[in-house]
C-alpha cells in the first residue's frame, strides 16, 4: 500500500495521522480511499487552531470538528469554512437559518459544487446553493475546500470555480446519548440531540440518529425563524477497511426573508420600522362593507392597501422549504489490488419564495362562465344571493365579484433527484494507482406557480398555495385547471466517466497526479406555458377559449459536452517543505432560466456555456510549531452569463458577457506560540478583470433601412470591459488566537473584508468592514462543557450579500439592494454526553 508519507509533507508534532475507517474524506468512497492511504491530516485543538490543514497537490484546505465546534450552534458549515483564504461568506444573520451568499476567487455560489459525502447538493435548475439546509454542524467530521478547481470524481456540471465539501460523522462503537440546548439574543433557542446505539448485532453494526430544533426573530424588522431537521446514520463494517453506510436527512425550513434595501434606505431607517402591512383585498368597484358580509373588503376603503403594496409585508415574503435526501457509501475489496467504491443517493425537494400578486375576480382567465361563482376555497362559500351582475369568481366570499383581491404567488419548485458515483481503484504496485469513475445524476425539476388565497390578516392559507396534495384546494381556471404563474418541468441529466492517474517516484519525494473527466450535460425542457419574452414566469397559461399571448409553449433538449484535464504535481525536497502545482479545466452549462427566458425552442443556443482554465503554485512548510502556505494562482473565464433586463424590449435576457480574467495570491500561517497559545492568520488578495462590454439590449427605434437612421437595431453595451466582478473584496484577511488554561479555553477570531462593488459596471461600491467573534469553553468534565459565543463583538454596522445590478444608471441599470450584517449577539450552549 502507499506509503503514509504520500503527498503529506511533514506536519506539526501534534498532528497525526486519521485512522478511522470509512470516514469520508474528500468527496466520494473513491476520493476519500485515495486520501486515507495518502495524507489524511487531522488536528486536534492544538494543531495550529486545529483549524486549518492544507494537503494535496491543489489549493486545498480543511477544517477540522474540534474547530466546527466553536463556532455558534447550528451555524451553517458554509460559514464556519470563511476563515479560508479567498472565501467570503456573508451570512444573513448571525446563526444561520436563514442563508446567505458565498464567493470563492470572485466565483458565486452558483459556480461552487457543494457536498456531502458525495452527494451533489447544488439545485439541478439553477446551481444555487441553499446554506440554511445544510447537515448540522454536531454531525460533520470536517470540511474541505478546492479553490478554482474540483476532483476528477467531481459530479457536477457547474463546478468552474471550486468545491466545498463536508463528510458525516461515524457513528460511535459506544452507546451513548448526546444533548445540547442553546440559548441567545433575539428570543434564540436551538434544542439538539443524538443518539449512538454503539456496536450491536452479530456484525458489530452502529448507527446515530440525531434531531434538532431552532427557532429564533429577525435582528431587524418583524418575522421569524423556524428549523427542524433530523439525521441518521447505519454504519456496517464488513472486515478490513470495507464497509456499507446509509444515511437519512430530513431538513424543513420555515422562514421570512430579511428586509433587503438600498444604501439610501439603509442609512435614513436602520432599522426599517415601515415594514408595509397587507391587507387580503384591494377597491374595485365594491365601496364598503355590506350587511351580513363581514368579510367584504374587511372594513372600510381606507383600510385597504393599494395593488403596487405589500411588496415588502413579512408574512408574504417568506421561505418555506422542505428537503430530504437518503444516501449510501460502499467499498468493497475485489482482490488485492482491486477496490470498488459505489456511491448512491436519492434527493428530494420542495421550496418557494414567497410573493403576492392582484387579480381581478373577472379576470378571463379564471372559471367565469356565469354570475358569482365561490371558490372552493373562499372565505365564505356559503352565499345565497351574490351582489351584482358581473361573471367571476368570488376569489374573498363577500358574494360578490366586484373585487380585486390579493393573491399568495409563490415559484414552487419539487425537484426528485437520483445519482450514483462508482469507481473501481487498481493499485498497479505500491507507488501507481489508477481509478476508473463514473457518476450519473438526473434532476426531474417541476417548476409550478400555484395561487393560494390569503386570511383575513393578509397571510397565505398554505405556504404551498394551490399545489395539488400538498397545499391548499387550488383556484381553477375557466378550463377547469389550476390557475398558476408559471408551469414547466425540466429534466436535468449529467453522464461523466473519469480517470484518474497517481504515482509516486524518486523516493516518494515527486507525486504526479493526472485526470480528465468527460462530463456529458443534457436538459429537457417542457415549457408548459404561454410566457413573456424574457420572463421566467406569467400568469397565461392555455385555459379554454382564451387566446392568450407570448411565446408559445415549446419542448426541446439542448446537449453539452467536453474533456476536462487535471494535472498535479507534488516535490517534497525535504520532511518539512512541499511544493505543488496543479491546472484544472472547468466547464458550467446554462441554467434553467438561462433557456427557458422566455424564448422559442429555435433560441436556445442563445447563451453558451461558461469554461475555465485554473493554474495554482504553491509552497508548504510544516514544522514542529509553525504551519506556512503560501500559493499564486490564475483563471481564465470564458463565456460568463450575465441575466441583464432589456429596457429597449422591457424583458430579461441572459447573455454571454465573454472573458474574465483572474488571479491572486493567499497565504496562511499557523504557530504554536506556548502550549497554551496557538495563533492563525490568513489573507488572501483577488484580482479580476472582465474583458468585454455587456450587451444589454438593441435600439429599437424604427424599421430597418429607413434613411438617416443608422442607429436602428444596433446593440446596446454597458461599459463592462475592463471592470471588476461585482461582490468580489480584493483583499481579504482572518486571524484566530486560542489560549486554554485549565478547564478553560478562549478563542478570539476576526475577519476583514475589502470593498465590493456593487454593479457590473463598477459605479456603486460596498464599504469594507472587519468584525470579531468570540468563543469561551469551560470543561465541567470529560463528557460536558459550557460554551459562550459573541458574534460580532464590536456591533459594526455593515453590508451582507449584495443584490448585485449591471449599473445604477444607463443600460441596464436597477436599484442595489442590500442585506445587512447581523448586529452584536451572544450564545450559550451547554453540551452533556451520557
Known amino acids: 500500500m502507499f506509503s503514509k508519507k504520500f503527498l503529506s509533507g511533514a506536519a506539526l508534532t501534534a498532528l497525526s495521522i486519521a485512522a478511522s475507517t470509512g470516514a469520508a474524506h474528500a468527496q466520494s468512497t473513491a476520493s476519500q ?98 446554506s440554511n439546509q445544510q447537515l448540522d454542524p454536531e454531525l460533520i467530521s470536517r470540511a474541505s475546500v478546492n479553490m478554482g478547481t474540483t476532483d476528477v470524481d467531481s459530479p457536477t456540471a457547474s463546478a468552474t470555480g471550486g468545491t466545498i465539501n463536508y463528510t458525516t460523522r461515524v457513528p460511535s462503537d459506544e452507546f451513548g446519548l448526546t444533548v445540547q440546548p442553546s440559548i441567545g439574543s433575539d428570543n434564540f433557542f436551538r434544542g439538539f440531540a443524538m443518539l449512538d446505539t454503539g ?86 368597484g365594491d365601496n364598503g362593507d355590506v350587511a351580513g358580509r363581514t368579510n367584504d373588503n374587511f372594513g372600510s376603503s381606507s383600510n385597504n392597501n393599494d395593488p403596487a403594496s405589500c411588496t415588502n409585508y413579512y408574512g408574504l415574503r417568506i421561505n418555506p422549504s422542505d428537503t430530504a435526501n437518503i444516501r449510501a457509501q460502499s467499498r468493497f475489496s475485489l482482490g488485492e489490488n482491486l477496490t470498488l467504491t459505489v456511491d448512491p443517493t436519492v434527493q428530494y425537494t420542495m421550496a418557494n419564495g414567497g410573493g403576492t400578486t392582484v387579480i381581478n375576480e373577472t379576470d378571463n382567465r379564471l372559471r367565469a362562465g356565469v354570475v358569482g361563482i365561490a371558490n372552493s376555497d373562499s372565505v365564505n362559500d356559503a352565499c345565497a344571493v351574490f351582489v351584482g351582475t358581473t361573471a367571476g369568481v368570488d376569489l374573498n366570499g363577500d358574494c360578490d365579484t366586484l373585487d380585486s383581491v390579493r393573491l399568495y404567488s409563490p415559484s414552487n419548485t419539487n425537484t426528485l433527484r437520483y445519482a450514483v458515483t462508482a469507481s473501481l481503484i487498481w493499485d498497479l504496485n505500491d507507488s501507481n494507482r489508477v481509478i476508473f469513475g463514473y457518476t450519473y445524476d438526473t434532476g426531474r425539476h417541476r417548476q409550478t406557480g400555484e395561487y393560494g388565497l390569503l386570511d383575513s390578516s393578509g397571510d397565505p392559507l398554505d405556504v404551498w398555495g394551490g399545489k395539488d396534495e400538498i397545499g391548499a384546494d387550488p383556484i381553477l381556471t375557466l378550463a377547469g385547471d389550476v390557475f398558476q404563474k408559471r408551469n414547466r418541468l425540466s429534466v436535468a441529466s449529467l453522464s461523466q ?35 413573456t419574452a424574457g420572463s421566467s414566469s406569467d400568469p397565461t397559461c392555455p385555459s379554454g377559449t382564451f387566446v392568450p399571448s407570448g411565446v408559445a409553449p415549446f419542448e426541446a433538449e439542448v446537449e453539452y459536452e467536453d474533456v476536462l484535464p487535471s494535472v498535479g504535481l507534488t516535490f517534497r525536497p525535504s520532511d518539512t517543505q512541499q511544493v505543488y502545482f496543479s491546472y484544472a479545466e472547468g466547464l458550467s452549462a446554462p441554467r434553467t432560466d438561462d433557456l427557458y427566458n422566455g424564448l422559442s425552442a429555435a433560441q436556445l443556443d442563445v447563451v453558451e456555456p461558461e469554461t475555465t482554465q485554473s493554474f495554482d503554485i504553491g509552497y508548504r512548510y510544516s514544522g514542529e510549531n509553525l504551519y506556512a502556505s503560501v500559493g499564486a494562482w490564475h483563471s481564465q473565464f470564458q463565456n460568463r452569463i450575465v441575466r441583464v433586463f432589456d429596457q429597449d424590449q ?32 490568513s489573507t488572501a488578495y483577488t484580482e479580476s478583470e472582465v474583458q468585454d462590454n455587456l450587451q444589454t439590449g438593441v435600439d429599437a427605434d424604427g424599421p430597418d433601412n429607413i434613411a438617416g437612421n443608422s442607429d436602428d437595431n444596433a446593440p446596446i453595451f454597458a461599459l463592462t470591459g475592463g471592470k471588476t466582478l461585482v461582490e468580489t473584496p480584493d483583499w481579504t484577511a482572518t486571524a484566530r488566537f486560542e489560549y486554554e488554561i485549565g478547564n478553560v479555553l478562549l478563542g478570539l477570531q476576526g475577519r476583514y473584508v475589502g470593498e465590493r462593488w456593487a454593479t457590473d459596471v463598477n459605479d456603486q461600491v460596498a464599504d469594507s468592514y472587519t468584525t470579531f467573534d468570540i468563543d469561551a469553553r469551560y470543561n465541567v468534565n470529560d463528557n460536558s462543557w459550557l460554551q459562550f459565543n459573541i458574534i460580532n463583538v464590536t456591533d459594526e454596522f455593515y453590508f451582507g450579500s449584495i443584490s448585485t445590478q449591471v449599473a445604477t444608471t444607463g443600460p441596464g441599470s436597477g436599484t442595489v439592494r442590500y442585506n ?15
Request: aromatic share 10%.
Open 33 to 130: 480511499v485515495a486520501e486515507e492511504e495518502m495524507i489524511v491530516v487531522t488536528g486536534s485543538r492544538r494543531d495550529a487552531d486545529g483549524l486549518l490543514i492544507e494537503q494535496a497537490p491543489k489549493a486545498r484546505t480543511t477544517i477540522t470538528e474540534e474547530y466546527i465546534t466553536t463556532q455558534t450552534a447550528g451555524q451553517s458549515i458554509l460559514n464556519t469554512v470563511n476563515l479560508v483564504p479567498g472565501v467570503n461568506f456573508t451570512n444573513n444573520d448571525a446563526y444561520g437559518s436563514s442563508g446567505g451568499n458565498i464567493r470563492m476567487r470572485g466565483f458565486d455560489g452558483n459556480r461552487i459544487s457543494l457536498t456531502v459525502d458525495g452527494v451533489p447538493l447544488n439545485d439541478t435548475g439553477n446551481y444555487a446553493i441553499y
Open 497 to 531: 466517466p473519469s480517470i484518474r492517474y497517481i504515482g509516486d517516484f524518486l523516493d516518494d519525494t515527486v507525486t504526479v497526479d493526472l485526470g480528465v473527466r468527460a462530463p456529458f450535460f443534457t436538459r429537457e425542457l417542457d415549457q408548459r406555458c404561454y410566457v
Open 820 to 834: 445587512i450584517g447581523a448586529p452584536r449577539t451572544f450564545m450559550m450552549s451547554l453540551h452533556t454526553q451520557f
Open 199 to 284: 456496536a450491536f448485532g452479530p456484525t458489530d453494526a452502529t448507527a446515530f440518529i440525531a434531531g434538532s430544533y431552532t427557532t429564533y426573530d429577525q435582528f431587524v424588522g418583524p418575522g421569524d425563524l423556524e428549523k427542524i431537521q433530523l439525521n441518521g446514520r447505519l454504519y456496517q463494517p464488513l472486515g478490513g477497511d470495507d464497509f456499507i453506510s446509509i444515511s437519512g436527512h430530513y431538513n424543513r425550513n420555515r422562514n421570512a426573508f430579511y428586509r433587503q434595501g438600498s444604501a439610501a434606505e439603509w442609512a435614513a431607517n436602520p432599522n426599517f420600522s415601515n415594514i408595509d402591512t397587507c391587507v387580503r383585498d384591494t377597491i374595485a
Open 650 to 681: 422591457g424583458i430579461n435576457i441572459s447573455r454571454n458577457v465573454g472573458d474574465v480574467e483572474m488571479q491572486g495570491a493567499e497565504l496562511s500561517l499557523g504557530y504554536q506560540v506556548t502550549d497554551a497559545l496557538s495563533a492563525l492568520f
